[in-house]
């Protein structure tokens, strides 16, 4: 499948871009629905806190005097006030902080990546456009973008968007060297003198290393605001509007999505990761 790119003047940017079968198109079935389902799923439950408490009988203060006698009342028997019987008593298998979280496997993700990806392009809801950046976090700029690119000529201005960039890589940090263990007997002295002398080597290296990455670091963070801080920034006041990274996309973002705006980055990124 091919697919055309544009600019973010709404116009044809003269060339094309080949779409991976293998990601974008998949044959939709029923195992592919359930592997999204299980996808939404294990979102949904991450967005629960689980510090829901109520308290049980045991928790309540109050007395524990057996409130009436037994037998003799015409009513039923009762202990004491606290009992969930009675109103301001403990809750009966009250609700408990647990944690909501679901596991799957790596390659179940994929796959449900894979099968929402493929249909939005089937859809024909899947927009490419040529690498862009703002000078500044205009809302006015990104308002802009969404106007001028049209889908079966509606422009995407009042559609939910999903707009998925490329983050530029960050530098590496350097490991940071691990001092050894003085031994206690006479005979590994030796030995560990060595290893400490090596040690301090590795460490001027390493607090020479911390400097470039540190500097390097500075440069990432500048050319991050450029590339995806700023159209993020530009695009929160948009409410139909999403604006996410190629590598922290999820299922249920596209979903909720009526469009896929994908940049060029952003697409050999997915096909780099996916693929």
């Known amino acids: 499948m091919k697919l055309e790119v544009y600019n973010i003047e709404g116009n044809n940017a003269g060339r094309e871009v080949e779409l991976s079968e293998g990601i974008f198109g998949l044959e939709l079935n029923d195992k592919l629905e359930h592997v999204v389902y299980l996808a939404v799923k294990q979102y949904n439950a ?3 806190q689980g510090t829901h408490k109520s308290k049980e009988r045991a928790e309540i203060k109050g007395s524990t005097r057996k409130i009436k006698r037994q037998k003799g009342t015409g ?12 109103r301001g008593g403990g809750r009966a298998f009250g609700p408990r902080p647990r944690n909501y979280n679901i596991k799957l496997n790596k390659k179940v993700k994929s796959l449900a990546r894979k ?26 700029s990104f308002d802009a973008v969404l106007n001028a690119v049209k889908v079966d000529g509606n422009a995407l201005a009042y559609s939910k968007t999903l707009m998925l960039l490329d983050l530029p890589a960050g530098p590496e940090k350097p490991t940071e ?13 030796e030995q560990y003198n060595t290893a400490i002398k090596q040690y301090l080597t ?13 500097e390097a670091l500075d440069e990432h963070y500048d050319a991050r605001a450029k590339v995806y801080d700023n159209i993020l920034m530009a695009s929160h006041n948009i409410p139909y509007a999403m604006v996410s990274t190629a590598n922290d996309f999820n299922v249920y973002q596209i979903l909720n999505a009526d469009y896929l705006v994908l ?9 780099e990761t996916l693929g």
């Open 75 to 86: 009513t039923a028997r009762a202990g004491s006030v606290k009992s969930p019987l009675f």
């Open 202 to 214: 590795d460490a001027d290296a390493y607090s020479t290393a911390m400097d470039k990455y540190e």
């Open 177 to 189: 060297p691990q001092r050894p263990y003085k031994p206690k007997g006479q005979r590994k002295l």
């Open 115 to 140: 099968a929402v990806l493929s249909a939005k392009a089937q859809e024909g809801k899947l927009v490419v456009l040529e690498d862009f950046s703002f000078d500044a976090p205009k809302t006015k």
């Open 46 to 48: 991450h967005q629960r």
């Open 263 to 271: 940049s060029e980055g952003a697409l050999n990124r997915i096909n």
